[in-house]
Every structure is written in C-alpha cells, then in structure tokens.
C-alpha cells in the first residue's frame, strides 16, 4: 500500500538536539574544531562603542562569511536565507532555532567599517596559519608562490573618460582611488583605460581572450601540506605580483618566525632584479627559471651555449672566439653600466664574417651580441639550481599553488569579486584563503572526536 505523509505539522513544542542533527561528517564540524574566536573580541575590542545599541556578534560575522566562503555561496541574500533555513548553517553560527539571522543589508554594512578598519579578516586569517603550525602542517622551508587574476565587480562598457573630472557621485571604491593617485610618493600610474565604477581594476586580458577588468590574487603557498601562509591583493600587474611576495614573505617571517629557505615560482619570478632581492637581500634559494630573452629559437644558439670567464670578463662562443664588452683601447676602461643594467659583449666582425656557424647564431646581424645583467651572478645561481634533481621535485610542488587557484574559482566560485575597490579585493581574498585553509585542515586531520550534545529544548 502506497503511504502518504499526512501528519498536521501544527506542533506547538518540540525537543530536539541541533547538535545530534549535524552529521559527525560534515565539513562545518570538521572545521569548527580548529576556530577559536577568544582573542578576535578582544582584538575589535577598541573599535566598538561602550555605549549605544549592541551591534552585531562579531563572531557570529564571521562564522556567517566563513560559511559563505567555505562553501561557495557567494550572495549575502543567499547566505542569510541559507543560514536562516539551514539547521547546519545555524549550529556552525552558535544559533539555536529560534535566534534571528541578520538581515542580509545589516550583514553587508557590518562587514565593511570596522572589520576593515581593524584588520579582523587577516586577524582570522592569522589565528587559522598558526593554529595550523601548531597542528604541524606547516614545514616552513620551501614556499611557492603564484597569482591569479579575478575578475573586478565592474562592466566591461563603462570606461572613465580622460578628460572627464567628475567621478558621479564617489563610491567608496572611487574615493579609495582617488586618494590613493593623489597620495604623496603614489606609485599608482594611470591606465590607458580606466573602469568607472572600481578604478582600481586594472583592464587586462589572457592569451587570446577578451579583456576585463580585474585584480590579482597573490598566494605564498608551504608546500608540505599545501597552506596558505599569505595572501596579498594587488592590482593585475605582473610588477605588483612580484614585489608583492617580498611584503609575504617578510610578514610571514614577523608574524610567525617562519624564515623562506626556498622560493618557487614561474618564469615572472626569474628577472634580475627579483632574484638578487632573494639571493643577495634575503638569502632565498631560488627555485625559479631564469627569464631570459631571445632564447626561443630551437636551431639558434642561445644565450647559454656562451661560456661566461669571470677572469678576463669575455664571453667564448660556440666557435671558440671572444665576446667582449669593449675592443677599444681607452685610456680608462669602461666599466659602468647602461641604465637597463644591461652590460653587451659583442665578437669580432671579422670572426662572425668568416664563422661557419654564422648562420646557426646571428644570420641576421652582422656580429653577434650577449647582453649580461648586472645580476649575472645571481641569475647564474638560479642556473645550477635549475639543474640539480632537487629543482625537478619542486616544479612538481609548484602544482600546488595552481591547484589551490582552480579550486578558489572552480569549488568557491571565486571567479568574479563581489567587493569593490583594492580593499575590497583584499577582504575577500583573505576570507577565501582563510577558508581553503581550515577546509585543508579538516582534510588532512579528519573529523575528530564528536562534542559533547547539549539538548536545545524550544
Ligand atoms: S657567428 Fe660569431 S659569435 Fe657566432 S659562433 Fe661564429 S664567431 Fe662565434
């Protein structure tokens, strides 16, 4: 006989444990074990009035955008309908049955103002990296580091006009451009194509396709466990993604003692100027291919097929002859440096004229030229490093980082920001790490012991 559930739903009173209702598997109460908001209250301590009406629970903030970001539910409207009908949702955000869930425009106003103000997303994000240590998953040696472009909150059609002084009404994201371009020392440059509605976007594109505007995720990644230990928003600059693993690094160093042994990265990270900053200034590995130009001719000579002697500073060509930097006698010998810090050593004409393998090296110049950096010395360490067995393993570990990028936009749909301006991009790329870390937590040390349930009786 076929039943039907016709049972009247008119219950005044029911007992039940929100406790017992939550699976001992599910992904909230696999990382609910490593939150501790005990010192996040008393860190927005100075930003909140004595006096007034009580605001929202900063924790309960929080675990509400923990939530959002954890699980990929990425409208504030969704995310207080959710919590509100999810009894889940609800036990993760210490809410019984009957507590109201803010409002979703309460909920968007409390994030901004004073959670920005007191850096309460690094704050978290900070107690998760060293609860992380404690728990061991951090090895602190070899860091990758990578960025990824997300898309700005911000139309492709709606371009500022050059000429045009009025910004219409000044977002906060407008304002926060405004004063960053007219700072003393700003190194803001501006763009030939500006959004109207979040500036700071930069108008970018990747290989063959359209363009958009966007800022940059910057990750510095331990690879032991795959852990965020930092995470730095910069508008999508590939200049700004490099120098911004410096402020990582040494933020990672500060905060929690954790000293770079080894860096990997791509070829962005592999200019001159970038590794003598590891090599020379912070004494990194640098696990790193060398960026070198001109040297993508598979039937040419590249630039390392020319032996390089420190003695008589020349260069042997694959011909056995000199490159050398002048062939003059001057009375003082040249030895500064251009200003691209680019030293050039050329042949003899005579030599490449008379050379059988001209066309094997410089078929079209008439002699051929080496261009040394000044950083020579530490691009050549990044060399031998690329050669050993060791650098094999961590272009393997630097899978990682990408990884943790496809899974930021493809699992938490972080493909686009919902946040304007630098700031904006800032808060939610911290809340997005904050979130792959305890999600990574509670893969690698399972669910844990169950609590004890308390009965909530309504
Ligand atoms: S062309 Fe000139 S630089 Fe090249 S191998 Fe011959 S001599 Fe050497």
């Not at 107690?127 to 911000?154: P, T, W, Y």
């Not at 965020?228 to 402020?247: F, G, H, Y």
């Not at 001719?297 to 000199?322: H, L, M, N, V, W």
Request: a neutral charge.
């Amino acid at each position: 006989m076929m039943g039907s559930n016709d049972k009247p739903q008119d219950e005044l009173f029911y007992a039940f444990n929100l406790e017992e209702l939550v699976p001992q598997d599910h992904l909230l109460r696999s990382i609910d074990r490593f939150l501790d908001f005990t010192d996040l209250r008393e860190h927005l301590a100075p930003y909140y009035s004595h006096t007034g009406r009580p605001s929202v629970d900063p924790e309960l903030m929080i675990r509400m955008l923990l939530i959002g970001y954890c699980l990929g539910i990425r409208s504030e409207r969704q995310l207080c309908e959710e919590i509100n009908l999810n009894l889940a949702y609800r036990w993760f955000c210490r809410l019984s049955i009957t507590d109201k869930v803010p409002d979703h425009s309460t909920f968007s106003k409390n994030r901004h103002g004073r959670f920005r103000e007191s850096e309460a997303f690094r704050f978290v994000f900070e107690q998760v990296i060293k609860r992380c240590i404690e728990e061991g998953l951090i090895g602190g040696e070899g860091f990758a580091v990578d960025a990824s472009v997300v898309k700005a909150d911000a139309s492709r059609q709606r371009h500022h006009e050059d000429d045009d002084d009025d910004w219409g009404g000044g977002s906060r994201a407008i304002n926060e451009y405004l004063d960053a371009l007219h700072e003393e020392g700003s190194s803001i440059t501006p763009a030939k194509k500006v959004s109207q509605t979040d500036p700071m976007a930069r108008w970018t594109a990747a290989p063959g396709g359209p363009a958009y505007y966007a800022y940059s995720t910057n990750y510095l990644v331990d690879t032991e466990a795959g852990i965020i230990v930092d995470v730095e928003a910069t508008t999508a600059l590939r200049n700004q993604e490099v120098w911004s693993t410096k402020a990582m690094i040494e933020r990672v160093q500060e905060r929690f003692n954790l000293k770079t042994q080894k860096l990997i990265g791509d070829t962005a990270y592999g200019t001159a100027e970038f590794l003598s900053w590891m090599v020379e200034e912070a004494g990194i590995e640098p696990h790193v291919p060398v960026w070198d130009m001109g040297n993508n001719k598979p039937d040419r000579f590249g630039r390392s097929d020319f032996i390089y002697d420190a003695e008589t500073d020349s260069y042997t060509c694959p011909g056995g002859k000199q490159l050398l930097r002048s062939r003059r006698n001057y009375s003082k010998p040249r030895t500064g440096i251009p200003k691209d810090g680019f030293i050039r050593y050329r042949a003899a004409l005579h030599d490449c004229t008379n050379c059988s393998l001209k066309t094997q090296c410089c078929p079209n110049t008439r002699v051929r030229k080496i261009m040394r950096s000044q950083h020579e010395n530490v691009r050549d360490v990044a060399r031998v490093i690329g050669k050993t067995p060791a650098y094999q393993q961590t272009r393997k570990e630097r899978k990682k980082v990408e990884m943790l990028f496809a899974h930021m936009k493809r699992i938490l749909k972080m493909d686009r920001l919902r946040l304007r301006g630098l700031s904006g991009a800032r808060d939610e790329f911290l809340l997005t790490a904050t979130a792959q870390n305890l999600r990574r937590m509670a893969k690698c040390l399972g669910t844990g012991p169950p609590k004890i349930p308390e009965t909530v009786p309504i």
